[in-house]
């Protein structure tokens, strides 16, 4: 039976590799950021290597999310749902113009929703 401590750094290696893959990021680029080997990432998101703290950090950072996500401590950022989440991280990336329009969109889908409860 597995211990506690392996289904923790199982849980957080899954949710490693599953923030590398949505940024798609490949195991190479994370090795250079963390300067260390890509067999290192590949060991680290099977649970087969610890990660040390400043290493999480690291990951925390490019990874675009709390330390606390990975350690299980915090699911979500702010307490959103991971939609919106998603569209908070790829709004951010987008022109203060761009964000606009898209606040625009966002209210008239809200007053579309609203007028269809009506």
């Given at each position: 039976?597995?211990?506690?401590?392996?289904?923790?750094?199982?849980?957080?290696?899954?949710?490693?590799k599953e923030a590398?893959?949505?940024?798609?990021?490949?195991?190479?680029?994370?090795?250079?950021?963390?300067?260390?080997?890509?067999?290192?990432?590949?060991?680290?998101?099977?649970?087969?290597?610890?990660?040390?703290?400043?290493?999480?950090?690291?990951?925390?950072?490019?990874?675009?999310?709390?330390?606390?996500?990975?350690?299980?401590?915090?699911?979500?950022?702010?307490?959103?749902?991971?939609?919106?989440?998603?569209?908070?991280?790829?709004?951010?990336?987008?022109?203060?113009?761009?964000?606009?329009?898209?606040?625009?969109?966002?209210?008239?889908?809200?007053?579309?929703?609203?007028?269809?409860?009506?």
């Amino acid at each position: 039976m597995a211990s506690k401590e392996d289904l923790e750094r199982t849980g957080m290696a899954r949710l490693l590799k599953e923030a590398r893959e949505y940024l798609d990021l490949s195991q190479d680029e994370v090795a250079r950021e963390l300067g260390v080997p890509r067999t290192a990432v590949s060991l680290i998101e099977s649970g087969q290597r610890k990660v040390d703290a400043i290493e999480l950090q690291k990951l925390a950072k490019l990874y675009q999310r709390p330390v606390g996500y990975f350690t299980g401590e915090e699911i979500t950022a702010a307490g959103l749902p991971e939609d919106v989440e998603h569209l908070a991280r790829a709004a951010s990336k987008l022109s203060s113009q761009d964000r606009q329009q898209l606040a625009e969109f966002a209210a008239y889908l809200k007053s579309r929703s609203a007028a269809e409860k009506e």
